[in-house]
């Protein structure tokens, strides 16, 4: 085994991981919470992806030349305007339904996932939108013919997501809010008899999950530079599978299966097969839910009558 | 509230005031700004248009609700949608004698005066009601979300195709081994999934859809990729319906000494197809007075209470799961030999939401419903050809709207007549 391209493919899986491992927050969360699944989860990240872009043009053609500053105003932007799209569908989709049958939210978050794909589409139009490469720069190890490196945009998405995971750890440990996000998972009804607003609380969690999908979607755009109205499909559901595979539920467990998941693929398509590393992160996703439903670290799933 | 107090603006216009400013930041940069390489090409009308709709809508609602009719609209509604479904007199069969013939005979004469055209679409359409029944044994009747039901179809299809290839079978031995095998996939792919708990179906069944494609895709040597594979045309007692026959067969327009004309084949393929759905909707009709269908239904209402009393959970679940992949691969083998090729992007994730769409506009279990859903989805498309875009937009916002307003399906379900037919 060549100990450059295992280097290589363990620094192209932290950053993959820590991609899947924000967005799976959003799964992870919100399953927490109410205990669905949010199919329109990896479109709200599509959708971050393109107010990127948008964000990029706007700030170039009004004359920003500093690459820092028009990246955080971008960043910014792309959180607060993603985070109203995580209210606004929480608020028209699955509000109405709370109390419903059991499937309902579930075809109702398939809708939403089809009308912004769609909606996307015909805005934007269906082909290959990109950007130009901000930020230049590797770091190397190694000599001229086996090296192993990792490009500035790579370490700025490992920094962004770990930072990202430890402030919300601390907002959700730590202060008021974070106290009324639990106390909601635990016990929606005794949290709502202590007087917490739950709903918006539930709000708010969507537009945590919501702002962390698109703290991905701008560093993966600055990193590969080039998406499409479908991106979110595939990679939702990876991000779910890290969040399966962490335990879902679980917030810790979202950011480690997320890394998990980003290491295995990269090792499988560097080491075994590029074409089938999309079957391979399906294949964990199903074996990981028939022999550890709960997860590494999410705790079983009693059922209550 | 008093039914009788005059309407108030003040709030409802509040209500539409932060509607607007939030549409306007949801649709503004989307809409407004479309990317054009690396600038910015601006449509600052779109937002403020589509901004402005649904602040209206928010206003209608909000004044309108406060009005005694508007009242009445929503109690109407509530009940309408609440649960509970009605139960069959009985007398309906009456009814049923005279329209099923009629449908029949509607069915039989219809490719005898459609042109080429319309034909192939109502194949297709046809196709899709099988689909819809297939679809709607799992979603509507057992309540299991199953999103990658196009993998069933796509095995379905690619047997005949690959079959005819490498085993040299036709149509008549794949249109009864196709739904085995496809049965098989559903039972690989359900067992252990189903004694899970139910969202997470919905989930594994998106991606084992994902992976047929992509094996599909991949596969270069045995399915033969994005190229697709070619299918042979369907034979009726050894005659085939092909301009030459291959190896000593006879072409059906020679033997009855007809022009030869690609129409036969399609009139062909239509008339078996349309026994096939009769049957299956006799079927699907008597499966759910049996005890196997009652199971599927109080399954979907109450797992815990049916497992208390000793219904075996993931049997019941796996033959809803295993019946509703049968029908997907049914359904292939009509759409491959329909086609006459076959290639993955066929069956790609649209697909299994437009089946989806069907059974949920259908609404969730209804028969009838479903059969008219997907007809009217399909054929109205070929109506309004200009709207094609807006296509998969309409069928998500009407999801979306349908799970709000009648999450039981425009036709209120039915529970059939449990007394002996007379």
């Not at chain 1, 639990?182 to 539930?202: F, P, S, W």
Request: glycine share 12%; charged share 10%.
């Amino acid at each position: 085994m060549d100990w450059h391209i295992l280097g290589q493919q363990l620094v192209n899986g932290l950053t993959l991981g820590s991609i899947y491992g924000l967005i799976a927050i959003g799964y992870t969360m919100v399953y927490g919470i109410i205990g669905m699944i949010n199919f329109a989860h990896g479109d709200v990240y599509m959708i971050s992806a393109y107010l990127t872009a948008i964000s990029l043009a706007v700030l170039s053609a009004f004359g920003v030349e500093s690459v820092p500053f028009a990246i955080v105003v971008t960043l910014g932007l792309t959180m607060f305007i993603t985070g109203v799209y995580g209210w606004s569908i929480e608020r028209v989709a699955y509000r109405p339904l709370r109390g419903s049958t059991r499937l309902a939210p579930l075809i109702s978050a398939i809708g939403i996932s089809l009308l912004l794909q769609n909606y996307v589409q015909v805005a934007q139009g269906a082909r290959n939108q990109g950007i130009p490469s901000l930020i230049d720069g590797v770091f190397r190890v190694g000599n001229d013919k086996d090296f192993v490196q990792m490009t500035h945009v790579q370490l700025l998405i490992v920094i962004a997501s770990f930072g990202a995971m430890a402030g919300l750890t601390w907002l959700i440990q730590r202060t008021s809010l974070g106290r009324q996000c639990r106390a909601t998972q635990q016990d929606r009804h005794m949290a709502e008899i202590l007087g917490i607003n739950t709903d918006r609380i539930i709000s708010t969690v969507f537009v945590i999950g919501a702002a962390m999908a698109a703290i991905a979607g701008t560093l993966v755009t600055l990193n590969y530079g080039s998406f499409d109205f479908f991106v979110g499909f595939v990679t939702g559901i990876k991000a779910f599978t890290a969040a399966v595979l962490g335990g879902i539920g679980s917030l810790p467990g979202a950011m480690l299966g997320g890394i998990l998941l980003g290491l295995f693929e990269s090792l499988f398509s560097g080491f075994v097969n590029t074409d089938y590393k999309d079957v391979f992160s399906f294949s964990v996703l199903v074996l990981v839910l028939i022999f550890r439903p709960s997860g590494l670290l999410g705790r079983p799933e009693v059922e209550k009558v | 509230m008093s039914t009788h107090a005059s309407p108030t603006f003040i709030r409802p216009l509040r209500e539409a005031g932060v509607t607007f400013v939030l549409a306007l930041i949801v649709f503004g940069p989307i809409s407004g700004l479309v990317l054009d390489g690396y600038s910015i090409e601006p449509h600052l009308g779109r937002p403020l248009l589509i901004a402005s709709i649904v602040a209206a809508g928010r206003l209608l609602f909000g004044v309108l609700e406060q009005t005694p009719f508007g009242q009445k609209l929503l109690a109407r509604n509530a009940r309408k949608a609440s649960g509970g479904v009605t139960v069959a007199r009985g007398d309906e069969y009456k009814l049923l004698y005279f329209v099923v013939p009629l449908v029949i005979a509607i069915g039989v004469t219809l490719p005898f005066v459609a042109n080429k055209y319309w034909l192939g679409n109502l194949i297709l359409a046809l196709i899709y009601v099988l689909l819809g029944l297939g679809l709607n044994i799992v979603v509507g009747l057992a309540g299991l979300l199953d999103l990658g039901f196009v993998a069933f179809y796509a095995v379905g299809a690619y047997f005949l195709a690959l079959g005819a290839q490498y085993l040299d079978i036709g149509f008549w031995t794949a249109l009864v081994c196709a739904p085995m095998l496809a049965a098989c996939f559903g039972a690989v792919l359900g067992f252990p999934v189903l004694r899970m708990h139910g969202d997470y179906l919905a989930i594994v069944t998106l991606g084992f859809g994902e992976i047929i494609r992509l094996v599909l895709n991949n596969w270069l040597d045995f399915t033969g990729g994005p190229n697709g594979a070619s299918v042979p045309a369907p034979t009726i007692f050894g005659l085939e319906f092909s301009r030459i026959a291959k190896q000593g067969g006879t072409p059906f327009h020679e033997f009855f000494g007809l022009e030869y004309s690609s129409d036969y084949k399609l009139m062909f393929t239509y008339l078996v197809l349309l026994v096939v759905v009769l049957l299956m909707v006799r079927f699907l009709t008597k499966l759910r007075q049996m005890p196997m269908g009652r199971a599927w239904e109080a399954l979907r209402e109450d797992e815990i209470a049916c497992r208390s009393l000793g219904i075996n959970h993931v049997i019941v679940k796996l033959s809803a799961f295993m019946m509703g992949a049968m029908t997907g691969g049914l359904a292939g083998v009509f759409f491959a030999t329909y086609q006459g090729f076959v290639n993955p992007t066929s069956f790609n994730f649209f697909e299994s939401a437009l089946i989806l769409a069907i059974v949920v506009l259908g609404g969730l279990g209804s028969t009838l419903g479903v059969i008219i859903a997907a007809l009217v989805l399909t054929l109205l498309p070929e109506v309004l050809r200009e709207f094609a875009d807006y296509r998969v937009l309409a069928f998500g916002a009407l999801m979306v709207l349908m799970m709000i307003w009648r999450p039981r399906g425009l036709i209120r379900p039915k529970r059939p007549h449990f007394a002996p037919e007379v």
